[in-house]
Every structure is written in structure tokens, then in C-alpha cells.
């Protein structure tokens, strides 16, 4: 009798927490690129010099293979293929980024280019054609050079700018857009680009350049998203969010002190932005003001480098965002004693002053930086679900990469995807409101700082073709079976002698 009251229980509680075995049918699946990555037509028609431009033109030593993204996969002659690999892949949505100094050549909006318009019209519309949604980035890293010569995301003008460009792309596109999202990866933007040297514009002004860069972004982000809620929502009615870079950090151990030196380093790396759009108080994370402000005093800087937010900015910015995404990629560990590394005095990383641990049975990608951590988007989820009051999330990215050599049988990319959609299900079962995952990258592409030699794409492309000829990997053929079916099927075996576009697409 016990046994039987017993086994009743536990099937009533199985039955109130069902897993999640399927996607649901409105999950947005897609897959993510950004304009300098893959367009080409680097001064195509009156496209500007952006600061991508700048740093590969004049430092093409920094960069790993010495290479540039002038042409890349030249998506700016080539765009029409890459929408039918979108169909290819039985795709819902599309994220991709929009160049401003493709559409705003002076930066500014005494000028609009037709031909850059025209570019992205032909875009969109194509997408629009086949019934795949388009979510677009306004500012993912390419920012006008001539924006930049005034300071760029240091400028005090810099939120003003970003407003103007920010309607000019409403008014073009948002009869067809209905998904913005502002910046992409402000850490990335603001620590490696103004605090270090791992992105252009790679000003290494140690001190201060991340924090009044995070200001500013802040700040731009907010004003933008008015300038939509306000002018444009009402009639176009679409969402307009931000896509912050979340990998999950926790402690090593379970003291506390290891406990606080994760907070600091989650605050460093995605607090500064998330926590002035999305926490109730609003206003920079608490814990990393006061060591900053601390240090600073200590320093000798008249005033904390971490620039306060005036209560009337602390307003603006608060809940300034109708979905948060986050780029995904992996975990790691963080202590308060262990393997800490040396920082330049002052910086982001000496006021975090923690380090860094991944255990070495993690499965290593190309990418020194990127593995594949069990539970790594369950938890970075669960976590921002719970500590900003469950808002709305999208997968903006997750992705693997691999030497070219690896070639197309991408066992690890598709062992990773599926690992990742796992974690996808769990974070459902948990409850949080996540409406889409974006694989990166829908084609190989221009890595930023490492060139072409880290391969990301669920295609290959042969950058040396004179069409960026694009092949489908083996894990192209997986996630398209994934959409399809809304199941992850560990034993699918797909037959990948050709692929197709099944009807409807
Ligand atoms: C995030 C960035 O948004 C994207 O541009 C980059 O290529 C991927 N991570 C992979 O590193």
C-alpha cells in the first residue's frame, strides 16, 4: 500500500514538472552573423572607413593571420545565397548587424546613403520573401572611423549619435524589422576596445576607458530604445532589447570569499550593462562601485573611476530593454586566490582582482578561450532569470569553432550544439521565458583579431573562390533536423551528400 501511495506521488510530481523534450513550436531558431564579419564591400558605392577597417588597414600585424575583411564572404554581392542557406536550414529567424558607416558615411545624418539602404532593403526583403524573421543589431563593433577620431564611445556625444542613427534605421527598415537590438557585447566593445587591446579600436587606456565607455553604451542604448518605444513601437510594434556576453562564472569553491570574488567578476563582465537596464534599482552594480570607488580614492584620482549615474540617467536607463539576449559561449571558475594573473595597475581586472579556473577535462575548442562546460547555459540563465525578475531571453549566440583542417565532418561543433539545446530544454523546464536560440555562425567568417584561422560556421566557406563558394558542415545537416523535428535526436545520422529546402521554405 505504501509502495503504491509512494510510486502515485512521485508520478504526480513527474506529471506537474514535465521535461521539456520538444521545443516549443514559436521558438525562434536561428543563427547569427555580424556586417564586418561577412559582408565585404569594405568602400563599396560611399561606405565610409570604419574603425575595423582602420586597425586592419594600418596594424595588419596584429591580426593573427595577418588578414583583413575587405571581401570576407562578400554577403554584399553574395547576399542572396546566404538567405538561401537560411531556407537551406529551415530557419525562423536571422540575426545580423547593420554598418552604420555603410548607412551613415559621415557617421552622422546629413547623409544617408541610397546604395546602403538599397543593400540592406534587398536583404531584408529577401529574407521577408521566405518567411524568416529578421533580428537585427545596430552596432556590433564597427563603429565610423570618423565617429572614433572624436573620441567614439569616450565622446560625452556619443549617446546623441547612436539616438540619430538609431531612428534613421527605424524609419528604413521597421515596417519590416520588428527585433532590434542595440549593442552587441558591451564588455567586448568597452573593456577590449577602450581598456585593452583585443579589439579596435584598442585604445588601452587602462584606467578609465571601460568604465566611461560602459557610460556612454549605457546610456546610447537607453536613448535609442525611447527614441523607439516612443516614435516608432506605436506603429511598427515590434521589441528592441540589448545582447550582452554571458558566460557563467561560479566559484571555485564554496567559501565565501570565493562566493564574493565570482560576484565581482560577473559584475565586471556583464553587471556594468545588465544590471542599469534591468535591475530594480538600477544605477552600475553595487559591489564593483565600492571597490572601485575605494581604489580609486586610494589612487589619487579626484573622484572614482567608475563615473557615477545621475539618478535622472539612472531613470533613462532602468528597464530600458523589451528582451535581454545573451551570447552564450562557455564557463569557467573563479577564485578569490587561485591563479590570478598579472594586470596593468589600474584596470577592470586589477579592481576585480580574482582569478580564473577551467578544468582541463573540458572539451577544448579552436578558440584558446572557448570549451565545452556542462550546464553552462542552464546556469548563466537560471541565474539572470532570478536575479532580474524573470524578463525575457533569446539565445542571441552559441557556437564552436575549429581549424579549417578539421574540415566538414564537425562531430565537435555538433556534440557541442547538442549539449547546448539540452541545456536549452532544461532552462525551459526551469521556467525561464527564453523564446529563441541563434547558432554562431551561419558561414566561417572574419574572427576579429584571429582572421580566418578560427572556423565558426555551420558552413565552410573558401574564402580563396571567387564566389566564397559555401558548403554545408555535417552539423548544418544536424540543426536543420533539429528545427525541423523540435528534437534533439542524439542518433541522427544525416545523409550529406546534398542539401535541400523542404517546402514551405
Ligand atoms: C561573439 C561576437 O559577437 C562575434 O562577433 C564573434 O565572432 C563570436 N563571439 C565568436 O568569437
Not at 569557467?332 to 595597475?345: C, D, G
Request: one cysteine or more; hydrophobic letters at 35%; aromatic letters at 14%.
Amino acid at each position: 500500500m505504501k509502495l503504491i501511495i509512494l510510486i502515485g506521488l512521485v508520478a504526480a510530481i513527474c506529471n506537474a514538472t514535465p521535461r521539456h523534450s520538444k521545443f516549443p513550436d514559436d521558438f525562434l531558431f536561428g543563427t547569427t552573423t555580424a556586417a564586418y564579419q561577412i559582408e565585404g564591400g569594405w568602400n563599396a558605392d560611399d561606405k565610409s572607413e570604419s574603425i575595423w577597417d582602420r586597425l586592419t588597414h594600418t596594424r595588419p600585424d596584429l591580426i593573427k593571420d595577418g588578414n583583413n575583411a575587405d571581401v570576407t564572404a562578400n554577403t554584399y554581392t553574395y547576399y542572396k545565397r546566404d538567405v538561401e542557406m537560411m531556407r537551406e536550414l529551415g530557419l525562423d529567424a536571422y540575426r545580423f548587424s547593420l554598418s552604420w558607416s555603410r548607412i551613415l558615411p559621415n557617421g552622422f545624418t546629413n547623409h544617408i546613403s541610397e546604395a546602403g539602404v538599397a543593400f540592406y532593403n534587398n536583404y531584408i526583403d529577401e529574407m521577408i520573401k521566405y518567411n524568416i524573421t529578421p533580428m537585427v543589431t545596430l552596432y556590433h563593433w564597427d563603429l565610423p572611423q570618423k565617429l572614433q577620431d572624436f573620441g567614439g564611445f569616450l565622446n560625452p556625444d556619443f549617446p546623441l549619435w547612436f539616438e540619430r542613427y538609431a531612428k534613421v534605421v527605424y524609419e528604413k527598415f521597421g515596417d519590416r524589422v520588428k527585433h532590434w537590438m542595440t549593442f552587441n557585447e558591451p564588455k567586448e566593445i568597452c573593456f577590449q576596445g577602450y581598456g585593452d587591446v583585443s579589439k579596435a579600436p584598442i585604445l588601452n587606456i587602462t584606467d578609465l576607458g571601460t568604465y566611461v565607455c560602459a557610460k556612454n553604451l549605457v546610456l546610447g542604448h537607453a536613448k535609442a530604445y525611447h527614441a523607439y518605444n516612443n516614435l516608432f513601437k506605436p506603429s511598427q510594434g515590434g521589441v528592441c532589447g540589448i545582447v550582452i556576453s554571458v558566460n557563467w562564472m561560479g566559484p571555485l569553491t564554496d567559501s565565501e570569499e570565493d562566493h564574493f570574488a565570482a560576484e565581482i567578476a560577473r559584475q565586471a563582465a556583464w553587471g556594468l550593462y545588465a544590471e542599469p537596464i534591468f535591475s530594480e534599482q538600477g544605477g552600475f552594480p553595487k559591489e564593483l562601485s565600492e571597490i572601485v570607488a575605494k581604489k580609486s580614492a586610494e589612487q589619487g584620482y579626484p573622484t572614482s573611476r567608475l563615473p557615477e549615474l545621475s539618478d535622472e540617467q539612472k531613470d533613462l536607463i532602468r528597464g530600458s530593454a523589451d528582451f535581454f539576449g545573451v551570447n552564450h559561449y562557455t564557463s569557467f571558475f573563479i577564485s578569490a586566490t587561485e591563479n590570478k594573473q598579472v594586470h596593468p595597475v589600474p584596470s577592470l581586472y586589477d579592481d576585480v582582482d580574482a582569478g580564473g579556473y577551467v578544468p582541463p577535462e573540458w572539451p577544448q575548442a579552436e578558440s584558446d578561450w572557448l570549451r565545452l562546460a556542462p550546464d553552462s547555459i542552464y546556469n548563466a540563465l537560471t541565474h539572470l532569470h532570478k536575479k532580474y525578475n524573470g524578463p525575457t531571453f533569446y539565445i542571441t549566440e552559441n557556437g564552436w569553432s575549429q581549424a579549417l583542417e578539421e574540415g566538414l565532418e564537425d562531430d565537435s561543433r555538433i556534440k557541442y550544439h547538442r549539449a547546448a539545446l539540452n541545456s536549452v530544454l532544461d532552462t525551459l523546464d526551469a521556467g525561464v521565458d527564453l523564446r529563441g536560440y541563434m547558432a554562431w555562425t551561419l558561414m566561417d567568417n572574419f574572427e576579429w583579431m584571429v582572421g580566418f584561422t578560427e572556423r565558426f560556421g555551420l558552413y565552410e566557406v573558401d574564402f580563396t573562390s571567387e564566389q566564397k563558394t559555401r558548403t554545408p558542415r555535417k552539423s548544418a545537416f544536424i540543426y536543420k533536423q533539429i528545427i525541423k523535428t523540435r528534437v534533439i535526436d542524439p542518433d541522427y545520422e544525416p545523409d550529406t551528400r546534398t542539401m535541400w529546402i523542404d517546402e514551405g521554405h
